[in-house]
């Protein structure tokens, strides 16, 4: 070959090798920079189950716990409020509303402790406090940010929790301060290494969807799952309207782990008695059960748990 002609090929092949380079390169940094992407969520063994909220003496050892799910107690809940006869906002110092005396730091550490597949998160906010709403109402977004950062880093670590869960459901702010504000304090505490594992919870309610789908917006590659009520819709939900519905969410919260969920006093949604476990086999055979949780372990109790196993049972299963 004369040597002009080979210089010519090594020169073309060198320039196909740098087009390739650089486009492997751009395809990662697209993946991994670009916040919108998310890698399509599929089957999952995670269970989880709020607890504490009702006071009725519920323990982490009353509830069966499935050796083979990844579980999830989440304790009901921290609120950012004064602990007084008559609660009012604090910006951001969070105390303690849930049944400590039954699910206190030596509680969480034995749970774990004995159980290798267990953690513990908390829950922020919450339908009530005291008599009345519990409002997300912050100052501005910095001074609450920086009152959150540093009570629940003081809670988590006194408790020895591992993720926090968002269940804001009446707002004093508009959607966008929400959005900061959460998704500052989600970032901030996984990157201070306080948390591994964040959630949201909303429902179907216009002014929930607009705050959570802010967040979502901005912040939803910080949020590791999504806690969605399907039990605030009606009771008597059917099969079908349960995936219409599951899918309508799962479009909202595109690439979402998107969770299936019932509520333990039958209340709302679809129940166990009537085919939830019917939708949550034809999601897996969908590979979009992602995971399931329950509303919640102090109602559950007096029905001895039963539904727990039966999702448990369901969620062990090989994918």
């Excluded at 320039?15 to 890698?39: G, K, R, V, W």
């Amino acid at each position: 070959m004369p040597i002009s002609l080979r210089a010519c090929n090594t020169s073309i092949q060198t320039i196909m090798e740098f087009s390739e380079f650089f486009l492997t390169l751009f395809i990662l940094q697209a993946i991994f920079l670009h916040p919108s992407i998310h890698a399509a969520p599929k089957n999952s063994n995670l269970f989880r189950e709020y607890i504490g909220a009702e006071f009725n003496n519920v323990r982490f050892t009353d509830v069966p716990i499935n050796p083979n799910v990844e579980f999830h107690f989440i304790l009901s809940f921290g609120i950012d409020y004064t602990t007084s006869s008559s609660p009012s906002p604090t910006n951001g110092k969070f105390n303690i509303f849930w049944d400590s005396d039954n699910l206190g730091p030596s509680q969480v550490s034995s749970i774990k402790s004995d159980h290798s597949n267990v953690k513990v998160a908390l829950s922020l906010g919450g339908d009530s406090v005291g008599n009345g709403y519990a409002y997300f109402n912050p100052s501005s977004v910095d001074s609450w940010v920086s009152n959150a950062v540093s009570s629940l880093t003081d809670i988590i670590q006194k408790y020895n929790l591992d993720g926090i869960d968002i269940d804001y459901e009446h707002f004093s702010a508009d959607p966008d301060t929400f959005a900061e504000c959460i998704g500052q304090l989600i970032k901030t505490l996984k990157g201070n290494g306080v948390i591994s594992f964040a959630s949201i919870a909303p429902f179907d309610d216009d002014q929930v969807q607009s705050h959570y789908l802010a967040l979502w917006k901005s912040y939803g590659q910080l949020i590791d799952y999504v806690n969605f009520q399907f039990y605030a819709y009606d009771q008597g939900t059917t099969v079908s309207q349960f995936i219409k519905y599951f899918e309508e969410q799962s479009s909202n919260y595109a690439g979402a782990k998107v969770l299936a969920s019932f509520i333990s006093d039958g209340s709302g949604g679809l129940s166990p008695d009537d085919g939830f476990f019917t939708a949550c086999n034809r999601l897996k055979s969908q590979q979009q059960l992602h995971g399931i949780f329950i509303w919640s372990a102090d109602d559950s109790k007096a029905k001895g748990f039963r539904y727990e196993k039966q999702s448990q049972a369901l969620l062990a299963i090989p994918h």
